[in-house]
């Protein structure tokens, strides 16, 4: 009696790839999460993330009311960042303004402003801040320290001229912005929010796929036939990293389309980093659901690797702005990686001698994860 030929390595893989393209594109919800859900999520988020500040509410309290504080409240009005709400008696109505909400800073005059400034007096403007927003506090003192301190040089000039003396002379800084002169939010946002929409979207369904598979008893007859684990992993993953390469090409598109996102380097380059970064994403779904019994589990597992992941970022707060005991958790991030990857090739161009360091980083975190994943079910297999 012949003994049953075993399918090579493969036949075997190819066999597993079809059946989880088969299964993945049949289900209608799986392919609207994976495809769809990102590029909306992608354009509102572009537009909704925003760390220009505009447009901040403003009450004016001048009881001097005289030529010369309406033109200093005209001119510092008139660049958009502060927006005039409305004007105050004194500066309790502008703070009682502040603390119901109706004004976020405002602006007080002195009595004598005219008169002091003619006189060579010294004179003071209060401004009062609301401080729940720190970025908009700092943007809104930063703006109008700028102008006093260009008014204050303006008139000091004036006066030595005008006494005959020479005026010093200046030393204007002149910034010249590489790669985003314009310092836009979405060209850097962008690339961002596409990095934590792939590990949300890859991680998840990878982790839930396998555990559902498992509710539903269809893992038990596959794990009959002579299959490696590792064969069987690479199967489930290789649909996903396919599908991922596409929503990446789609999110793109989107950001260079409507966020006027720059690609400056090389795409090839862009996805051998986005399949690195997906090893890491489906390894970590794939071990989340090596480690839960049901869907539930997955779900929640995914969760608590997610959200972690993404804060520990440096998509919302700048890495070097975090504790030094926190930092080094970065270093074991995907997303850390694959967003400086990202941002490196489309903002400025960067090469394969440039982010080699950021390559060689998720390729060892992504084998990592995978070898613990392929263990981890070989272990209950048995």
Sequence with gaps: MTAPVRPSARVQLAAVFRKEVQQT????????????????QTVVFGFAVDYEVDRVTTVVVDPDRSATSREDARRLLADGTLRPVGEAGSADAASAA?????????????????????????QEVQVLLDGTDPNRTTVTSGAVSRFFAELGERLAREQLA???????????????????????????????????????VTTFTSAMGLAREREMGT?????????????????????????????????????????AVPIRGS?????????????TTLGAGLLISTMSANQQQAFLGGFLFTIPAVLLSGLMTPILAMPGWLRPLTLVN??????????G?????????????????????????VAAATLRFHRRLG
């Design 25 to 40: 594109v049949r289900d209608r919800r799986v392919m609207f999460m994976l495809v769809v859900a990102p590029l909306i």
């Design 98 to 122: 502040i603390d119901e909400g109706r004004a976020s800073a405002a602006l007080v005059f002195e009595r004598r402003a005219e008169a002091d400034r003619l006189s060579r007096r010294g």
């Design 162 to 200: 005008t006494a005959g003396a020479t005026p010093p002379a200046q030393l204007r800084p002149v910034p010249r912005v590489a790669f985003n002169p314009g310092l836009e939010t979405a060209p850097y946002m962008v690339p961002g929010i596409a990095a934590m929409l792939l590990v949300i």
């Design 219 to 259: 893992l038990e007859q596959v794990l009959v036939t002579p299959i490696r684990p590792l064969l069987l992993l690479v199967g489930k993953m290789a649909p996903f990293v396919v599908i991922g390469l596409v929503v990446v090409t789609l999110l793109v598109g989107v950001g260079t389309w409507i966020f």
């Design 267 to 279: 795409l090839g380059l862009l996805y051998l980093g986005t399949i690195l970064y997906l090893l």
């Design 334 to 343: 995907p997303i850390r990686w694959y967003a400086e990857i990202m941002r």
């Design 345 to 369: 090739i489309l903002l400025r161009g960067a090469g394969l001698a440039d982010l080699w360091l950021e390559l060689l980083v998720l390729l060892v975190i992504g084998v990592a994860i």
